[in-house]
């Protein structure tokens, strides 16, 4: 059986990203989000779950950008004072590689957010987390904890393989050598990945793509990722969004971006190929 998610991260970014995903679900193929327990928009991405039960809603557990769910004072390491997080990927990862980051505070962080998304009434499906930070050992095992102690079975496996990254830029005009560096880089945990997710009785899709082509996923590239599915389950990982004001002020690096993947959803003339291939589109929720 071929079973495929289409999950869009950011869900409570803004209410562009928020309307993007919604539409997505509803006029497209998109099956998933995760919710950003500290997004700006997190209230109206929980209204608009709310009256959408069948779209699967997991949890994008932020450690890097913006402000703490759990109070500064309790997770020193991780926040400031004023509960700011690191500002940039390279910044956490160098303190936390250095030890400088409490892993008792990064899981404490953790269960914040997702006891603030339990408590709005939305019970995930799933988590995985911003900029793959648990493809980072000690985020990974602190990640691991927490998911088993608040009985969370399932999580994205962020690592893609690498064939599969040249597959998906293949024609494509952007300048991809970071992107598959660092596709290339975070393979080399996935064993440990999986011990991690043996060790919690964790479930993740077989296989990831969307991760070398970040911010260049358009209709031709989600034609090409599906005819690449094979049996077993896979996650292709999107950000739809509207380019507006509140986008811009985010600081997020996709802006206009986030409008093509949202075109690529919306194309019609990908549910008939879904169908041909016998693929069945699915949430976390359906996943093993």
């Known amino acids: 059986m071929k079973q495929l998610i289409l999950n869009a ?3 409570g970014l803004t209410r562009g990203v928020n309307d993007a995903v919604i539409r997505a679900y509803q006029e497209g193929i998109l099956t998933s989000a995760t919710l950003m327990a500290n997004g700006p928009a997190f209230e109206d991405a929980v209204e608009r779950a709310s009256s959408n039960p069948r779209l699967g809603i997991g949890c994008h557990l932020v450690l890097v950008g913006g402000k703490s769910v759990a109070p500064p004072e309790e997770i020193s390491s991780l926040a400031d004072p004023d509960g700011l997080l690191p500002q940039s990927l390279g910044a956490f990862v160098a303190r936390v590689s250095c030890g400088l980051i409490r892993a008792t505070h990064i899981e404490r962080e953790l269960r914040a957010q997702i006891e603030k998304i339990r408590g709005a009434g939305i019970e995930p499906t799933h988590l995985d ?6 493809a980072h ?4 095992e602190a990640l691991g904890k927490v998911a088993h102690e608040t009985g969370i079975t399932r999580i994205r496996m962020p690592f893609e393989r690498l064939r599969d990254s040249w597959s998906t830029i293949r024609g494509q005009n952007g300048i991809f050598a970071a992107q598959l560096a ?11 990945f999986r011990a991690v997710c043996r060790k919690y009785a964790l479930h993740a899709p077989d296989r990831f793509l969307g991760l070398a082509i970040t911010g260049h996923l358009g209709a031709a590239s989600l034609h090409r990722m599906i005819e690449m599915i094979a049996e077993g389950s896979t996650e292709i990982m999107l950000h739809p969004g509207v380019c507006d004001d509140d986008l811009t002020r985010s600081g997020s690096r996709l802006q206009l971006h986030r409008e093509r993947e949202l075109e690529g959803l919306l ?3 990908l549910k008939p190929v ?3 291939r016998d693929i069945r589109l699915i949430s976390f929720r359906e996943l093993n």
Not at 129 to 134: E, I, Q, S
């Open 9 to 11: 991260d950011d869900f």
């Open 129 to 134: 987390t911003h900029k793959h930070t648990h």
């Open 137 to 140: 050992p000690g985020v990974m």
């Open 182 to 192: 660092a596709a290339a880089s975070a393979r080399t945990v996935t064993p440990l």
């Open 267 to 269: 194309d019609q003339e």
């Open 274 to 276: 879904l169908a041909q």
